[in-house]
């Protein structure tokens, strides 16, 4: 690996690959998008040899390909051997955690998932945090990850459990772009290069976002007018693509936890046209 800005090299396309490209940049890291067939092709070959680091995005790259890839001597990062299970809308907590090579890890404030009518919240968990941050750092260095996972936990019973994990960046995740002094994706690429890890902490004492998905055909620009001017803090971000039957975010932080919640419920239900008002 070149010491002077070295090169990255994504094996897929999308929203995610672009979030993490804008970070990259802001380091100085070279990043390239490779937009072929994903095969065992020599055009896959040539791509892989000309960036010192290779990661994909999601699971859409076949385990098997990126075996090969690394039997062939090129550095493939997270392992092909992690892969994403579990579904995260389906556990009661989520956790972002990152891990580096040699073995330093963070993890972000551990977000409670609420079901709010078509949408869904997740607001900074407000139980015991540092136990469930303990939990996610020890299967993080368990299962040997690098980057950044997406850990959901389930918190009901006596004793939490993991019970669904995706690899890399996710949109679940996303808050952190606003929310954090260290995003995902900044972190994901500090992780990568095995640089030291950023700072994790809030930018406020909570942070509160929430999923919308929008009436079919609806116009989720003109939204906007109403809600940026009740409340100029918020955050609002359209995926271009649908994460299941989400559309975008909203986000807001601050100290007091249940204002917060409040907001982003009703610009949830402005933006899904539950409310006109």
Known sequence: ?????????????????????????????????????LRDSEELDNFVQSSDLVTQIGDEVPISLLRNLQAKGNL????????????????????????????????????????????????????????????????AKEIQLIGVALFGMNTAGTAPSIDSMVIGPTLWGEWSSVGARTSQYEQHLRALFDLPLGDTQTLSRNVVTGFFA???????????????????????????SELESFRGQVTAHGKVLLDLNSTIEHALDFMNGVIDE
Do not use: C
Request: charge should be positive; charged fraction near 20%; avoid cysteine.
């Open 1 to 37: 690996m070149r010491e002077n800005f070295p090169s990255l090299g994504l094996l897929n396309d999308g929203y995610q690959a672009k979030a993490l490209t804008l970070s990259a940049i802001r380091l100085g890291i070279t990043v390239d998008i490779y937009r072929g067939k």
């Open 76 to 139: 493939v990062r997270p392992s092909p051997e992690l892969r994403s299970f579990g579904k995260p809308k389906e556990s009661n907590v989520q956790i972002l955690v990152a891990r580096s090579p040699h073995g330093q890890a963070s993890t972000w404030r551990p977000m409670d998932v609420i079901q709010h009518g078509q949408g869904i919240v997740l607001s900074t968990n407000a139980g015991n945090s540092e136990y469930v941050q303990n939990i996610a750092l020890s299967y």
């Open 214 to 240: 929008g009436k079919a055909g609806a116009n989720l620009y003109r939204p906007y007018l109403h809600l940026m001017a009740r409340n100029p803090d918020l955050k609002f971000e359209q995926y271009g």
